[in-house]
C-alpha cells in the first residue's frame, strides 16, 4: 500500500535560516504524484507544488525549492532564509493508482523571530 | 475567482441534531472532494464527486453521513444524527480533473464541534 512518511513532527528554526522538510513515501504505482500543501495558523490548505513520476528535475520557486529523488524515494522541501510567515504546518502528498491523495502526517515549522 | 466557498466556518451542536455543510467550488472545476483533519487521524478523504456523480465514498465513516451535488456549483455533507466524535475539521476541495493531480484548491473548511 502507499504510504507517505514525514518523519519531522515538528521544527522549530530562528529567522533567516534555512530548513528542510523530509518527506519519504512507498509505492509500487508506475506512475504517479506527488504534492506540498502548507497549512497555516489561519487553518486553510494552501497548494504549493506538483510533481509527477517521471519528472525528477528540481524545481525552485522564490525561497522554496523542492529536490525530488526517486532513487530513495523522497520528495524533500527547502525553505531558504525562512520567516516567521513560514511558519504552518506543511504537508506531504502522494497521489497514484487509488485515485486519492494520501496526506502525510505534516511537519509544523515554527520559525522564530 | 472567489476561490472554494464553505458555510458556515464554525458550527456548534448537540449530539442527535443534524448539521449541513455547504460547499461552492470553484467554477469550472469538475471535481469535488470532501476532507476530514482530526489530530487523530490527520486528513481524511470522505467521498469525492466528478462532474457531479459520486465517484467514491469508501471514506464515509458510517451510514449517519451523506453528500450530494445536485449541480456543479453546490456540495452539502450531511451528518445525522450528529456525534460528539464527529467533531473535526471539514474541508471541501476542487480540482480540474477527477483525480486531482493538478493540485485541489480547498476552501476554508469548517470547524464543527458537537457538544
Known amino acids: 500500500a502507499q504510504k507517505v512518511t514525514q518523519a519531522q513532527t515538528e521544527i522549530s528554526v530562528v529567522e533567516k535560516e534555512d530548513v528542510t522538510l523530509d518527506c519519504v513515501y512507498e509505492t509500487r504505482d508506475t506512475t504517479y504524484y506527488l504534492f506540498w500543501y502548507k497549512q497555516p495558523p489561519s487553518g486553510e490548505l494552501v497548494f504549493l507544488i506538483r510533481?509527477?513520476?517521471?519528472?525528477?528535475q528540481n524545481e525552485i520557486s522564490g525561497r522554496y525549492s523542492w529536490n525530488f529523488q526517486k532513487s530513495t524515494s523522497s520528495f524533500n522541501f527547502t525553505i531558504t532564509a525562512s520567516q516567521v510567515v513560514d511558519s504552518a504546518v506543511y504537508f506531504c502528498t502522494y497521489g497514484g493508482a487509488t485515485n486519492k491523495l494520501i496526506f502525510g502526517t505534516g511537519t509544523l515549522l515554527a520559525v522564530q523571530p | 475567482d472567489a476561490g472554494v466557498i464553505q458555510s458556515p466556518r464554525h458550527e456548534v451542536t448537540e449530539m442527535g441534531q443534524e448539521v449541513t455543510l455547504r460547499c461552492k467550488p470553484i467554477s469550472g472545476h469538475n471535481s469535488l472532494f470532501w476532507y476530514r483533519q482530526t489530530m487523530m487521524r490527520g486528513l481524511e478523504l470522505l467521498i469525492y464527486f466528478n462532474n457531479n456523480v459520486p465517484i467514491d465514498d469508501s471514506g464515509m465513516p458510517e451510514d449517519r453521513f451523506s453528500a450530494k451535488m445536485p449541480n456543479a456549483s453546490f456540495s452539502t455533507l450531511k451528518i445525522q444524527p450528529s456525534e460528539p466524535r464527529d467533531s473535526a475539521v471539514y474541508f471541501c476541495?476542487?480540482?480540474?480533473?477527477?483525480?486531482?493531480?493538478?493540485?485541489?484548491?480547498f476552501g476554508s473548511g469548517t470547524r464543527l464541534t458537537v457538544v
Open positions: 476541495a476542487s480540482s480540474l480533473d477527477a483525480l486531482g493531480f493538478y493540485g485541489y484548491t
Open positions: 510533481r509527477n513520476s517521471f519528472d525528477e
